[in-house]
T-cell receptor, first 113, second 115 residues
Framework: KAGVTQTPRYLIKTRGQQVTLSCSPISGHRSVSWYQQTPGQGLQFLFEYFSETQRNKGNFPGRFSGRQFSNSRSEMNVSTLELGDSALYLC????????????FGQGTRLTVV | KNQVEQSPQSLIILEGKNCTLQCNYTVSPFSNLRWYKQDTGRGPVSLTIMTFSENTKSNGRYTATLDADTKQSSLHITASQLSDSASYICVVSAIDSSNTGKLIFGQGTTLQVKP
């Protein structure tokens, strides 16, 4: 079966712009979580969506937002980009929230210049 | 506070040698512990899962151990290969009262295998 698909794979934006990243989970999976990964920081949790509702949120400013559609696909939006937003953004899907195995996408490498 | 700490932060070994990565956690209530391998620029992939009752589990040249009493886990890599060069992330899961699996990530250990 198809894995988690993230688009685009690479993105270059300038400061002040906004960006939207997309994540298609494994078919049948209903939980989608987003993470930011920067060198030396590990995976930082952004938020989790389940059944189109945000269930958990990490400690990121309001410039980071997301949503989930009825087909479980999720989008993440970052407004007013800052240089520090440059990172690998990973999406993970789980069948249910109680399932502990997270399947990760390949990530979107965002570079802010 | 739920926390997962990994050591060492980075490691360089010669091809063919063995190595052991460590993971200490303070997570409650504990559900299970997974080791993920993340190649550069790619998403993490699960290597093993350890539940409370399991002490050792192998996946090819990877062997994970769990000591639930001391809340420590290790990942042992035998006869390392160049393709083992990656980051290894320890992820501990807690199941809360609403039956939600919360994932707590370690910072990862970066392993470099040199020829």
């Amino acid at each position: 079966k198809a894995g988690v698909t993230q688009t685009p794979r690479y993105l270059i934006k300038t400061r002040g712009q906004q960006v939207t990243l997309s994540c298609s989970p494994i078919s049948g999976h209903r939980s989608v979580s987003w993470y930011q990964q920067t060198p030396g920081q590990g995976l930082q949790f952004l938020f989790e969506y389940f059944s189109e509702t945000q269930r958990n949120k990490g400690n990121f400013p309001g410039r980071f937002s997301g949503r989930q559609f009825s087909n479980s696909r999720s989008e993440m939006n970052v407004s007013t980009l800052e240089l520090g937003d440059s990172a690998l953004y990973l999406c993970a899907s789980r069948l249910l929230r109680a399932n502990t195995e997270a399947f990760f996408g390949q990530g979107t490498r965002l570079t802010v210049v | 506070k739920n926390q997962v700490e990994q050591s060492p932060q980075s490691l360089i070994i010669l091809e063919g040698k063995n190595c052991t990565l460590q993971c200490n956690y303070t997570v409650s209530p504990f559900s299970n512990l997974r080791w993920y391998k993340q190649d550069t620029g790619r998403g993490p992939v699960s290597l093993t899962i350890m539940t409370f009752s399991e002490n050792t589990k192998s996946n090819g040249r990877y062997t994970a151990t769990l000591d639930a009493d001391t809340k420590q886990s290790s990942l042992h890599i035998t006869a390392s290969q160049l393709s083992d060069s990656a980051s290894y992330i320890c992820v501990v899961s807690a199941i809360d009262s609403s039956n939600t699996g919360k994932l707590i990530f370690g910072q990862g250990t970066t392993l470099q295998v040199k020829p």
